[in-house]
């Protein structure tokens, strides 16, 4: 369907769309046109990214001032999902008759995109990225030694730079299964030729870390035109991403494996003295210049990237006592051996930046401003050296980094030095956290780089705080609900079990028997009634582990086995993974299955359970983040002093955005359904429940508010069989319109304005003497 928006033609791949779309785009347009930020909340499973590529892709081609989308993904199959609706919405607006040129492309790491045979083998990303990195280094290929066997040239990079000036894409939207396959034909390198056509493209769609990680943006991201629109997709979570970016661990493995490196790399030092000393005096030379040119075309990537310095200091000349490759190897001899004396600790340790460097300084006498070259002289003697395995020097590159941010960045950081890395180990492993406490640091380039960038997410309530944490003025700020020919969702609020003792995962009562069963007695209830699967939360691995494990002792898990299968969400990727597998399978088989999983894990983010897989799912608890968190303490109280942002009301703001997020995996469109149960006594207190978003309390009334487990259990079950029958009535016009639809309600909407302002102009006065008064009032 075609439709305008004020003066803009867009073009919409559906014959109907839905009017919370309608709104969402007139709001997004209101955004473009002002050239500001703005934060967008629409219901899960309302077309979402259709939308936002709808109207971007026909601003883009109806103003072309603005030709690049760039458009932020979390996931590897949200990404997937993104390029395969640009597709569909190009396919559609050449069917209409537009002759367009347009290229959008996916960005993704090695591991995703390579094609050479031997290197696919193998399984962790950073090898793939450091056997990659053997095969294409410059000095490599500069001796073209393809004579030896153990350090041949990649025949995909080799020809990518043999055809370099015809090395592009033709016009279209190209999945990265689709960019495989081109770059197998022509026998091109996927990965690097994605990074060059980058420029030249109009839809380039990546993991959020591209932006907001400066290891990465330095490399990826820092010739995109300011002009360029940004889209942050699922975007619920987009300050916690953007302290992780600029945070880093240290353990004693890391060091241990830095002084081997170091080892390594005198050798070569002694090495490279012997054969070729004009190499380490060239390099010299260049490190009296000034950083600039040794940060141009430099072959390195995501994990041997520096954390971004600032201009002024990347056109300085690198400090004397670090421009010799001897010198700095010695120099960061030093340090490490600092870090180990840290690591040296029975309690808790936590300390600014500066009060780490001034202690570091009168211990070791090292200055600060050295270690903020630290990142880029490691970088450059990698490459003067001519290293190969760079995997062997990750560690050495994760303290360099570390080095950088801390001499850097003074403010929003803190130094935790913590005797046990997990609160149930026994042996000390000491870890020194440098932690980012300000999620501004990060993001506060994006937002003064572009005029447009587009926070969203299905689950953003509560809202009020993200303007506040990101450090941006939204121009927009909206909230959308879900309109429906019939609530095809059940929201519901279980205070107690049926004995009428009161449930909650409040610290208190959470292990009281009388609460773990009553938890139980709602799962068993639940598996008897509803078809298909159930996805039930809760706030921790732990506390999941502790509740199974009583209700194993209760003989509950037997009750819930009689009616369906349990599959359990573990810490581990790939046992999660085949979990899932099988639980999908059961559903398939109509056996229906239970799948037990923790808020913040991986079922909550990104995986949706439609239709069969997701008939119901259970909060059980509120998913409030792990107080005695050292780290979390810390950034409350940077928030707290900073920001002026109360501990209690951030925690609660990131409690019920999770939960939303939880519970929101179940309705994935319109013509899904689904129950949402909220099992705790506190989301009855308005203070929480009004935190939830918009789409999802439109749906909780009075009658649904203040649950016992019995009465929940009756409504559901009333609530089923009313789906369970055909639907009545016509959508169309209600959740559905059509371009009528459209041209109507504008036509209501512009009658209702001449109206109002006819009403503001019959109010006004005639008398020249009230007219004075008031102008004068």
Not at 426 to 454: E, G, M, Q, W, Y
Request: with cysteine; charged share 25%.
């Amino acid at each position: 369907m075609k439709f305008f928006i004020d003066d803009l033609p867009v073009y919409f791949p559906y014959d109907y769309i839905y009017p919370e779309q309608y709104e969402y785009m007139k709001a997004l347009k209101k955004s473009l046109d002002a050239k500001g930020h703005c934060l967008l909340e629409m219901p899960s499973g309302t077309g979402k990214t259709i939308t936002l590529l709808s109207l971007i892709v026909s601003y883009q081609m109806h103003y072309p001032e603005h030709r690049k989308l760039i458009y932020c993904s979390r996931t590897i199959p949200e990404l997937e999902k993104t390029l395969q609706e640009l597709k569909r919405l190009m396919n559609y607006r050449e069917s209409c008759g537009l002759k367009e040129q347009f290229l959008g492309l996916g960005l993704t790491s090695r591991r995703n995109l390579c094609i050479h045979p031997e290197i696919i083998k193998e399984k962790r990303g950073r090898t793939i990225d450091s056997k990659c990195r053997n095969l294409t280094a410059s000095w490599i290929r500069e001796k073209n030694i393809d004579s030896i066997e153990d350090l041949p040239l990649c025949d995909f990079y080799e020809n990518l730079e043999k055809s370099s000036e015809n090395a592009s894409i033709p016009a279209g939207v190209y999945t990265l299964e689709d960019l495989k396959n081109f770059c197998t034909k022509k026998t091109y390198c996927p990965y690097f030729l994605a990074r060059r056509m980058i420029p030249y493209s109009n839809v380039v769609v990546y993991s959020y870390y591209y932006l907001l990680d400066p290891k990465v943006a330095e490399l990826i991201s820092k010739e995109i035109e300011k002009d360029s629109i940004v889209v942050f997709d699922e975007a619920h979570n987009i300050d916690n991403v953007c302290t992780e970016s600029m945070s880093i661990d240290i353990t004693r493995d890391v060091l241990d494996a830095c002084t081997r490196s170091i080892t390594a790399l005198n050798k070569r030092i002694d090495e490279i003295k012997e054969k070729d000393a004009n190499q380490l005096k060239e390099e010299y030379l260049r490190l009296v210049e000034g950083l600039k040119e040794e940060s141009i075309n430099r072959e390195t990537d995501e994990y041997m990237a520096n954390p971004i310095l600032p201009s002024e200091i990347l056109n300085e000349a690198v400090p004397g006592n670090i421009r010799r490759a001897e010198h700095f190897v010695a120099f960061m001899r030093r340090f490490i051996e600092y870090l180990k004396t840290r690591l040296r600790v029975v309690h808790v340790v936590a300390e600014s930046p500066t009060s780490f460097l001034l202690h570091l300084k009168e211990i070791t006498f090292i200055e600060r401003k050295p270690l903020r070259f630290c990142s880029e002289r490691l970088i450059s003697l990698i490459r003067t050296l001519e290293l190969n395995d760079i995997e062997d020097y990750y560690s050495l590159q994760k303290v360099a980094n570390f080095a950088t941010l801390i001499s850097t960045y003074q403010k929003g950081f803190i130094v935790i030095i913590e005797p046990f890395e997990n609160d149930s180990d026994t042996i000390p492993n000491p870890i020194i956290h440098l932690c980012c406490l300000d999620s501004t640091i990060a993001i506060k380039p994006v937002f003064d780089r572009f005029s447009s960038v587009v926070i969203t997410s299905g689950t953003l309530s509560p809202m009020e705080l993200y303007p506040t944490l990101l450090g941006f003025k939204p121009v927009v700020t909206e909230s959308y609900q879900m309109s429906l020919a019939r609530n095809c969702f059940l929201p519901m609020v279980i205070t107690r079990g049926s004995d009428q003792v009161a449930v909650s995962s409040k610290f208190e009562v959470r292990n009281d028997l009388a609460v773990v069963r009553n938890y139980g007695q709602i799962l068993i209830e639940f598996s008897k009634i509803v078809p298909d699967g159930i996805v039930c939360f809760f706030p921790s691995y732990l506390y999941m582990e502790s509740i199974i494990d009583e209700w194993n002792g209760f003989k509950m898990i037997d009750e819930i086995l009689k009616n369906k299968l349990i599959f359990i969400e573990t810490p581990d990727a790939a046992e999660t993974s085949i979990a899932l597998e099988n639980y999908r399978i059961a559903c398939n088989n109509g056996r229906g299955a239970v799948l037990l999983s923790v808020a913040r894990g991986k079922v909550s983010e990104g995986i949706d359970f439609d239709h069969n897989y997701g008939r119901a799912v259970l909060m059980f608890g509120i998913p409030y983040q792990y107080t005695e968190s050292r780290i979390l303490k810390a950034r409350l109280e940077y928030l707290r002093d900073n920001f002026k942002i109360r501990e209690n009301d951030f925690l609660t703001f990131d409690a019920m955005r999770h939960a939303a997020q939880c519970v929101g995996r179940a309705i994935r469109g319109k013509t899904d359904y689904g129950i949402m149960v909220f099992a705790d006594k506190r989301f009855s207190r308005n203070e929480k429940r009004s935190k939830l978003p918009k789409w999802i309390t439109q749906n909780i009334t009075e009658a649904t508010t203040n649950l016992s487990t019995d009465m929940a259990v009756g409504i559901a079950r009333k609530f089923l069989r009313s789906m369970a029958q055909p639907v009545e009535g016509n959508q169309i016009g209600v959740s559905l319109w059509s371009v009528k639809d459209i041209e109507k309600k504008e036509r209501k909407l512009k009658n209702e304005l001449s109206n109002m302002s006819e009403g503001i102009d019959d109010n006004k006065s005639d008398d020249p003497m009230e007219l004075d008064h008031s102008e004068n009032h």
